[in-house]
């Protein structure tokens, strides 16, 4: 049998990293990035971090619609008695916080964990309401399973959550072992709440990607913390932070961005692959760390201003402006997060927007398969006996 030499069709052209490339259709949400826009569902995100709870959108999120009074209490009270961990868990944290490098690493096995000990099954193999129960049970642990391992690793004791407080507030006292204040708790939840969907982003794609192979809900979600770990997804707002001690004093902010802009290199916190315009996010955020006030907010604002108007001279025509970890990473550290949990934080709320996308790939059972363009030595080439 003869095989032929001739090279097959290449597959279709497609940009590097997908850039814009439409890969299903989503109920969701979307972002709309020359306009500086994004919704959930058919709500404004911004809107609704100014005027709901976390609890009313990850009920959104789930259900496809705002609850009544009654469902809120009732989704808050089921989603509370889920953030417990199992025994078995609980016990092996320490272990896992020993061995990782940080809560977000230590997150990918504890998740793991929870979800053998769970029984979570393949979602090819269970009904969508099993699918939304497994959904739902992880994406409650996640915030106890971060701030226990953060805790493990400082040499401090987990705090159990407590179902009496909302997610937000419940988050902050498991972290710190001290009920927060509803000030700071508000902002945090405004903040979680900007971050729960944006688009096919990487570690969105990546659950979905799995879930269309029919994993379980914990695998997805796994998958997806892999994602966001990679600095340039989710390891940003600290980095942002780390920009501002750089500069240290006004009178270093213009020299210091002409260098770095000159020299080509990033500034952390500015500039996103979506938006064309302001960063919705960005300018809510800022409006949550003017209400706090203090030198580190105007300083913040500041830096903003210049790197803005030095772009516009040395680099005309290019429009680059705040992007959301820039004033989330202020605002955390106003609200006293330590900066290695700015990334878990993230984690903690765009887990129930992986969900929700896990659980709109499971009801297609389609799996995502794309194709690569090879470019190698042109096959088949006779393979030489060995010298």
């Not at 500039?271 to 706090?292: K, W």
């Not at 429009?319 to 955390?332: I, K, Q, R, W």
Request: net charge negative.
């Amino acid at each position: 049998m003869s095989i032929s030499t001739a090279v097959a069709p290449a597959p279709a052209q497609a940009p590097r990293g997908l850039a814009g490339v439409v890969v299903t259709e989503t109920a969701l949400g979307d972002v709309r990035g020359t306009e500086g826009f994004y919704h959930y569902r058919q709500y404004s995100a911004v809107e609704l971090a100014e005027a709901r709870t976390f609890e009313d959108v990850w009920y959104l999120m789930v259900h496809g619609e705002l609850p009544s009074l009654a469902e809120r209490e009732a989704f808050t009270s089921r989603t509370a008695a889920l953030r417990t961990l199992p025994d078995e868990v609980r016990e092996a944290l320490p272990a896992i916080a020993r061995a990782g490098s940080g809560p977000l690493a230590g997150l990918r096995t504890a998740l793991s964990l929870f979800g053998a000990s769970a029984g979570f099954r393949p979602v090819y193999d269970i009904t969508p309401g099993q699918r939304a129960d497994d959904a739902l049970a992880a994406c409650a642990v996640v915030p106890t399973l971060l701030t226990a391992l953060y805790r493990i690793g400082q040499g401090l004791a987990p705090v159990a959550p407590r179902a009496d407080l909302p997610h937000a507030a419940n988050y902050l006292y498991m972290l710190t072992g001290s009920e927060p204040d509803p000030v700071r708790a508000r902002a945090v939840e405004q903040y979680l709440i900007s971050t729960i969907d944006h688009g096919f982003n990487a570690s969105t794609f990546t659950s979905r990607v799995i879930a269309s192979t029919g994993a379980d809900v914990a695998a997805c979600l796994v998958g997806a913390v892999g994602a966001l770990s990679g600095p340039l997804h989710g390891g940003a707002p600290s980095r942002a932070l780390d920009t501002l001690d750089a500069i240290a004093t006004p009178d270093r902010i213009d020299p210091w961005i002409r260098e770095r802009v000159l020299a080509g290199d990033r500034i952390m916190g500015f500039g996103h692959p979506v938006y064309r315009t302001e960063d919705p996010r960005s300018r809510m955020l800022r409006g949550i760390a003017r209400q706090f006030g203090g030198p580190v907010v105007d300083f913040a604002v500041q830096v903003e201003s210049r790197v803005e108007a030095i772009l516009a001279e040395l680099k005309p025509g290019r429009e680059l402006h705040t992007n959301v970890e820039f004033y989330a990473g202020v605002v955390m550290e106003l609200c006293g997060l330590p900066r290695e949990m700015f990334t878990p934080t993230f984690c903690a709320a765009r887990v129930v927007g992986w969900s929700a996308n896990i659980l709109e790939q499971a009801a297609d059972s389609k799996i995502i398969r794309p194709a690569a363009r090879y470019v190698g030595p042109v096959p088949p080439e006779a393979v030489p006996t060995a010298a």
